[in-house]
DNA sequence: TCACGACATACCTCCAGGGTATGGAAATCG
DNA sequence: CGATTTCCATACCCTGGAGGTATGTCGTGA
């Protein structure tokens, strides 16, 4: 292997065409770089430089040796400069994942859009996809953070920032006796009676859990007609008029057809959350950034 | 500067994700290997791996250096094989001159033709200017060799090949006497009493004291109308019906609407030479080569 | 022909980098 | 729950390559 010093001597000759200036530019003495560069013909077996009275001249192969050189070096001279970027968080890529219902809030694209403007040098990749999966991502290092709505405190090497809670609204069929009265915000003891549709905790407990405690605490027990892997398929099966369900308010931004949405009125401990998760080691200087900007905007907004 | 062979070792570390089985792939000792990669974390101010209890992980910032440290090794490796290359010809640019009336023989494009097929590693480059132009290129080292109608072997520091000589014919105007005599050989005297339009030696004795000593030795000294300063000039002046020349047979392939062609009799001593001019000294392996090339190519026509 | 400029040679010195021996910590096994 | 295994880290030694100094050689130019 030719050495990287060695190849940046060479440049020098060539340059200078001159050995003894050469040697003086990279501060060594003309001997040890005249017998360099005769090292360097025998490893390749290739004149690289004609002797002329005054000075060197580069052969065909000294020239393409040259040019080689110099990219290499380029190259490699910029090395220690990115790495220690990167080592900064200031560059590299970073892979946030969220599940869907945690996308349609503002604050998730606010966030990345925040943190992408702090750290130019920083590639966002992101996905989306459903808890269990985003999970696993984590896990395998696939994902650097994500955003979801459960709170997966309890998972092996995982770590959550709590990031906000947001109200919940009912969403019920358009045709649905409760969406005629009006906009005005609706006790929960309403929905007494109702059909409901649930989005099935996937992982430790979650909104299906709040929203029962909530119906309890409101003096009723709450019908669960059907159950759903995804909160935004319990919308579906609303607008299917199989029931009505309780969602997260940002959940009105999809505005699906045959479905209406009603704020719900004193509801104590009735709010959906959405969680950052980590993992608890070994996490990225730039997740760690990230984590930082989060924080810095959830407090922005002090919890609301 | 980072060390190439530090960057070799450190990617085999990545690759194997863990330093003894690298060591042992380096063919080296553990010990070395770690304080190798201490090394350049300390060089860089910056944690490359995450010691675990079985193997090592990259940081990001390791991960950085190892796809960067990836690429400049690819490159680097590479650099002997292409400088050996250059320096046995097989690789490298070849900078071909030559007059226009010298690219109109067939022997010139053939040649470049089968030396581009013999040589493929090499790119030629060509260059259609007037001789002394040709000539200046040659000693700046703008161009390895130039092929050349006049014979340049007094010019300081260059050498020539004699190429091939061919015949000359006359060129008349479409309309003019001898024209119409058909397609016969006809005998220089017949010229005697025209008007000559010839080209003139730019750098030593050419075409024109060629032509003119041709005359003489037919009994008749030819009356010059003009001169013109390139061999592609006269014919255009003979078109214009201002006189007749005599040009290499290979001019006919210009075809110039208004100039009738007739082969000549029995004229020794004149026909038109292409020769093939280098630097004396410091011509390129790739230029030797293709001096090689049209000496095989000449030798086969046996000088015809 | 003498001085100068530039590359080559001879010889010495030193330290970066590799080797061996061994310690220490975490995971795995009986 | 020790014993063992498996890696990485530390300590110390040693060699070879790379650099320095002194000097030689060879054209060039005055």
């Given at each position: 292997?030719?050495?990287?010093?060695?190849l940046h001597?060479?440049v020098?000759?060539?340059?200078e065409?001159?050995?003894?200036?050469?040697?003086?530019r990279l501060?060594m003495a003309?001997p040890?770089?005249s017998?360099l560069v005769?090292?360097l013909?025998?490893?390749l077996?290739?004149?690289?430089?004609?002797r002329?009275p005054?000075g060197v001249a580069?052969?065909?192969?000294?020239?393409?040796?040259?040019?080689e050189?110099?990219?290499?070096?380029?190259?490699?001279?910029?090395?220690a400069d990115?790495?220690?970027?990167?080592?900064r968080?200031?560059?590299?890529?970073?892979?946030?994942?969220f599940?869907?219902?945690?996308?349609?809030h503002?604050?998730v694209p606010?966030?990345?859009?925040?943190?992408?403007a702090v750290?130019?040098?920083v590639r966002t990749?992101l996905?989306?996809?459903?808890?269990?999966e985003l999970?696993?991502?984590?896990?395998?290092?696939?994902?650097?953070?994500?955003f979801?709505?459960t709170?997966v405190e309890?998972i092996?090497?995982?770590?959550?920032?709590?990031?906000l809670d947001?109200?919940?609204?009912a969403?019920?069929?358009?045709?649905?006796?409760?969406?005629r009265n009006?906009?005005?915000p609706?006790?929960?003891?309403?929905?007494a009676?109702?059909?409901?549709?649930?989005?099935?905790?996937p992982a430790?407990?979650?909104?299906?859990?709040?929203i029962?405690?909530?119906?309890h605490?409101a003096?009723?027990?709450?019908?669960i007609?059907?159950e759903?892997?995804?909160l935004?398929?319990t919308?579906?099966?609303v607008?299917?008029?199989?029931?009505?369900?309780?969602?997260p308010?940002?959940m009105?931004q999809i505005a699906m057809?045959g479905v209406?949405f009603?704020?719900?009125?004193?509801?104590p401990?009735l709010f959906?959350?959405?969680n950052l998760?980590?993992r608890?080691?070994g996490?990225?200087?730039?997740?760690?950034r990230f984590?930082?900007?989060v924080?810095?905007?959830?407090n922005?907004?002090?919890?609301?």
């Open positions: 292997m030719i050495a990287l010093r060695r001597a060479f020098a000759v060539a340059e065409g001159q050995m003894t200036r050469a040697a003086e501060g003309q040890p770089l017998r005769r090292g013909e025998a490893e077996g290739v004149t690289l430089v004609r002329l005054r580069l052969t065909d192969a000294g020239q393409a040796l040259f040019e050189a110099r990219t290499v070096l380029a190259r490699a001279g910029g090395i990115t790495v220690r970027r990167v080592a968080g200031e560059q590299g890529r970073l892979a946030i994942g599940t869907s219902s945690a996308a349609l503002p604050f606010g966030a990345l859009l925040a943190f992408r750290q130019p040098g990749e996905e989306e996809a459903g808890t269990m999970i696993d991502a984590l896990q395998q290092g696939r994902l650097d953070a994500a979801v709505r709170p309890s092996e090497g995982l770590v959550v920032d709590h990031v947001e109200p919940m609204v969403a019920m069929p358009a045709g649905h006796a409760l969406a009006g906009p005005s609706l006790p929960l003891p309403a929905l009676g109702e059909k409901f549709i649930l989005y099935r905790r430790g407990p979650g909104l299906y859990d709040a029962v405690a909530a119906c605490g003096g009723f027990s709450p019908t007609e059907q759903a892997p995804r935004t398929s919308l579906s099966l607008a299917a008029g199989l029931g009505i369900t309780i969602v308010a940002s009105e057809p209406t009603r704020a719900l009125l004193g509801c401990g959906a959350p959405i998760a980590f608890r080691s996490s990225s200087p730039i997740a760690m984590r930082d900007t924080r810095r905007l959830a922005g907004r002090h919890g609301s």
